[in-house]
């Protein structure tokens, strides 16, 4: 069956950075994009970006553009979001999750990591 | 991206019909089909209901459906059931090939 596992829970520092991977199984890897979503806590999903496993390609949201980097291990079947300059807003849960169609961003996401929480503080 | 625009709570009594909208703009939900609709429990992940406006994936329930028009999207809960009790999102992809999520509906089962 499919899964998405992702890594544990981190704290790191105001400007610090912060990686988190999401191990996949159970489908072929390079057939799905792969997005990122954050929340906050008590607040609503915010789309960060995605990436295309087949070439590597990648697209974040205008907010986060320069500080969040979405990559792949196609050997290890994992995509990692790095998430840089950290503030205390971005404080939140990160999931990764899966594109619910082969090569086809355009729809939804059909299978969600448990999420990983992200905590900034001093 | 702004965020698509949703009512911040909508409740129903057991056995009744509800109705979320979720209203964008002729970037996203007016310009694509690619509106989906997720469920999100407590301390959970979220949960795909509807994509394409109006496709249930495979063991979803008849009772979420879907619809469009114009910039507005919508998802109504049919037979309400106590454990329909959570946070809905659409969600849309646009033209800056983004996505983009609503602001979130609390649903109540009064």
């Known amino acids: 069956q499919v899964q998405l596992v992702q890594s544990g829970a981190e704290v790191r520092k105001p400007g610090d950075s912060v990686k988190v991977s999401c191990k996949t199984s159970?489908?072929?890897?390079?057939?799905?994009?792969i997005q990122w979503v954050r929340q906050a806590p008590g607040k609503g999903l915010e789309w960060m970006g995605w990436?295309?496993?087949?070439?590597?390609?990648?697209k974040s949201s205008e907010k986060l553009q320069g500080r969040v980097s979405i990559s792949k291990d196609t050997s290890a079947t994992t995509v990692y979001m790095e998430l840089s300059s950290l503030r205390y807003e971005d404080t939140a849960v990160y999931y990764c999750?899966?594109?619910?169609?082969?090569?086809?961003?355009?729809?939804?996401?059909?299978?969600w990591g448990p999420g990983t929480p992200v905590t900034v503080s001093s | 991206q702004s965020a698509l625009t949703q009512p911040a709570s909508v409740s129903g009594s057991p056995g009744q019909s509800i109705t979320i909208s979720c209203t964008g703009s002729s970037s996203d939900v007016g310009h694509y089909n690619y509106v989906s609709w997720y469920q999100q429990h407590p301390g959970k992940a979220p949960k795909l209901i509807l994509y394409d406006v109006s496709n249930r994936p495979s063991g979803v329930s008849h009772r979420f459906s879907g619809s469009k028009s114009d910039n507005t999207a919508s998802l109504t809960i049919s037979g309400l059931q106590a454990d329909d009790e959570a946070d809905y999102y659409c969600e849309s992809y646009t033209t800056s090939n983004t996505r983009v999520f609503g602001s979130g509906t609390k649903v109540t089962v009064l």
């Open positions: 999750a899966k594109a619910l169609f082969p090569d086809d961003f355009l729809s939804a996401s059909d299978h």
């Open positions: 159970g489908y072929s890897f390079t057939s799905h994009p």
């Open positions: 990436i295309n496993v087949v070439n590597g390609n990648t």
